[in-house]
């Protein structure tokens, strides 16, 4: 959840760096980032080596792309206002027609990019190219898809145009409307809008709005409808509207049969055309949610590793996250897409020393630039998670905050008999496990105290809750790598010294203790927990982990935990991320099903009985069909 105005605060701070950097306080969780005059550095507590901080400026920000066109008497000009940014912008009318899932046809011309501009000449469109009607009543709606020299996809937009010629753009809803936080009772629709608006949904007649809201970034909550039943919503704003319809939860505990989906990793991929539309393999995740639709799922959860991300420029990651909404959103107008983080949505603040990648943490203020605050920002997520890491006993003070917010990042959810509680296991995430005894930071798949604490909670609340007969649990890190990740998630080749180090000291637990608390908690002590559903690696391997499941290196001398019983660990990065194939792991034994092939799951829910049916979303390939037990 976001407001317009922490937008416009993000493009400020992206902007002015320095006179920022004077006010910034340095979080006490780190160490060896200092502060001289008005920059801000690492400091290499060996050498004394300062490395500056560095912010990346590319091009390929969404308020470099998503920029509003001007109407002239035959069309609209872009202006991208980047005299060196030449290419292509493909482009054509949505349909009057009515249609479910709707996308613009792109015309037969298409305009050139040349020295940041472009002219669009929309008269052409006339005549038995006139799909949208425009010639007669004034109006249209129009696609347009920005394409850079070297092919690369950057943006999708949409934009009315009014006018006959000449043409004016119009208000628009450029994202959205989205269905989230879905409930038996309501909903909560978000939308982006181009232009200032105070709009409202009407439903059955009543109308809903949120009267404080007038800016661009619209979150409008539905209540008071009944269970289980389908509403058509409309969105009113300006002149416009645009109706779709989404189906209430069933009454919790109702036992009604369902199906939900679930994937992860869609970060762009080699292969070229919408397989990377910048930072997004927008051609497997848009056949995901096809296939999801298709199957009539009422959700689809996705955990992590939506987009390329790992960036330090808020416009960059904001530009890949709108287009990672744009591919699935014609299917989002419906059923709710649920997110959580992975390692891949980092934001980071970076210091040049010369590496690669430089020395890079989770980006401060906290409250205004970290991964978690830009995530909570791009996705309307349930607000039932833990708070932060700050008291816990390991807190540098405990009057300041230390530590990012949970917000948005870590959750629970409840559909009719099932409980998804969502974990973000890239929380306060420093990418280089050698360079956090020096900074700090949390380890890739650790989770921390005060989140692990919520998490008991949580799975003691749903399990003596007679409603709910499953839970699932899901995070981006698998607890056992398979296939990609065998050198990190929880196991780290089974180095227990890894974990996170805060304010120059390390935690008391290793990451192999921590996920035995985390096994001991799914596995002992909530027998209704049902499966792990994990992501990172870049396939589907479905594992069963249950005590006879070797998991410990030679030599471990800290206590190990027997596990009373199975649990599935299912792991489903494919949804469009660069493949890996399996590695040989001390439990590759207890590993059931491994595939390459980009796969969808679909769990069919019916009472107690649970069906996971996995299916190629490109080619509708059955790669199994197993029916889940505790
Ligand atoms: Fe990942």
Redesign the pocket.
Known sequence: MKNSFTLVLFLLLSGSLLSQNAEIKIPDSYSNIIRKGENLYFKNPVNGRLAPQKVAHPFEQIQNLAVMPTGTKTGIDFDFKNSSFTGTIYYGLFSSQPQKYAYPVYFKKSAVIKNGKAEINLKETAGRYDIAGWEKTGQMKLGYRIVNARGVILYDGKINIKGKGPFTPDLTITEGPLVNILSENGAVISFETNKLCQPDIVVNGKKYNNPSETGLHHEIKLSGLEADKSYRYTVHYGNYSETYSFKTAPREGSRTAFTFAYAS?SRKANGGGERNIYGVNAYILKRMAVLAAKEKAVFMQFT??LINGYSSSIGQQRLEYANWKSTVEPYWHYMPFVIAP???EAFLKVFDNGSHYGISVDNFPFDNVSAEKVFADEFVNPQNGPTTEDGAYYDPDKKTTDFPSYKETAYYYVYDNIAMVILNSNYWYTPSVSQIPLTGGNPHAYIMDNQLEWLKKTLAKLQNDDRIDHIFVTL??PAFPNAGHGGDDMWYHGNNQIRPWVNGKPVKKGIIERRDQFLNLLINQNPKVLALLC??EHNYTRMLINDNTPRYPKGYKKPEVKLTRGLWQITN?SAGAPYYGLQKMPWTNFVKEYTTQHALMLFDVDGKKVTLRVINPDTFEKIETVVLTK
């Open positions: 990793d992590g590793d992975g390692n891949h981006h890190t992501g990172d990065g």
